[in-house]
């Protein structure tokens, strides 16, 4: 039986938590970010479980797929989703792809001519975003970073996770890739529908029909019930440059006793780490967790060195070493999460093309705990005592000599 006292408790935090709530929505609608009632969520943990799941949905597709992709190489994985592709192309639907010309070459299997003829052959409108031409140093500011695939305005797919092999089984050099996607639903779904028309027009001249692209059973989100409140919060370069760092900075300044990250590039601007500091300082438990090997050596060293200049402050920072985490999720609270494309670094915070999805949601926040306190398990704690045993001297060192070109990784 509850006691007078837990009734009090419990009726004091949900006022509380409904003022954090209304704290943050009133932050979001204020900057002008997209807001729609209904929406469902459904978490897909790994590429093993993400790819099957897309591939399935797409064979159903009866009017379009838009898709837009940092990565999507020339390999098994690339190569089987364009055949579904071709197929439903074969039967009418249209099917329309951009992928960032940058992000999709390189030392893997590169997206060549005659890849992008054979498929644009079979039906495919395959398009390149801002290809490399000389001198090259001019394309290298702005890259379209967002993974997302519209089917028919029923769903979106986006997350962390672009098109490859490895997001399913790893590389040698630090074994599991981490990462997970989510399937949306409800009316969300049509404004990525708009984010994709308004690039894919920057990029090819053609004006999409908005009609013509809506959930043709649209008629049935006015009549919805269940879901959750949901915000888009997309990072336009020049135009609304700086979103996703309000939205970021606004769930930080509002969380009331919990943050945790899963980010692979914990590399701050420094607005998002003032109120990251500022979070830990008014006794905010907040607990981050990444990967122990990055992918590359500078956003290694350049994390680590941030991680523990938060750790001596009093986060809890987690080193998974199991694998590598490429996830880009955040969650305050039992309140609030986030999950979408946009890394904690420079470069998604300030240059590149971006989306996340922010989801009032208590089931999701609970789904994605349960996914952090499952990879904090195999993970070590980074604390004054193991910095230097975790990271060699030659790997501190130049973390320390970056910390001046931090604001650009």
Known sequence: MLTFARILLLLL????????????????????????????MRILPHGSVKFPDLEREISKARHYVHVEYYKWYNDSIGRRLLDILAERAAQGVQVRILYDAFGSNGTAPNVTREFIQHYRALGINLVGFDPMHFPYVNHVAHRLHRKMAVIDGRMV???????AD????GKPEFGRWSDMHACLTGPIVGEYQRLFASMWYRVTGERLDSAAYEN????????????????VVDREP??????????????????????????PYVILVRSVRRALRDCIDRGVDVEILLGHKGDNLVSEVSAAREVYSLARRGAKVWLCQECFHHDKVMIVDDTLCTIGTANLDARSLKFDYEVNAFYFSPEYSRELDGYFEEHRNLSIRLTEDNWRQLYSRGKRRLGWWLKGIRGIL
């Open 13 to 40: 935090s949900s006022v509380c938590c409904h003022a954090q709530v209304s704290r943050i929505k009133q932050d979001f609608e204020a900057w002008g970010f997209p807001g729609y009632e209904h929406c469902e």
């Open 157 to 163: 797919y986006t997350g962390g996770l672009n098109v």
């Open 166 to 169: 490895y997001y399913i089984h």
């Open 216 to 231: 043709p059973d649209a008629a049935l989100f006015a009549g919805a019930s269940g879901g959750y409140d949901a915000f």
């Open 238 to 263: 020049g135009r609304k440059s700086a979103r996703i760092r309000q939205g970021y900075i606004s769930c930080l300044e509002h969380a009331r006793t919990r943050v945790r990250i899963i980010n």
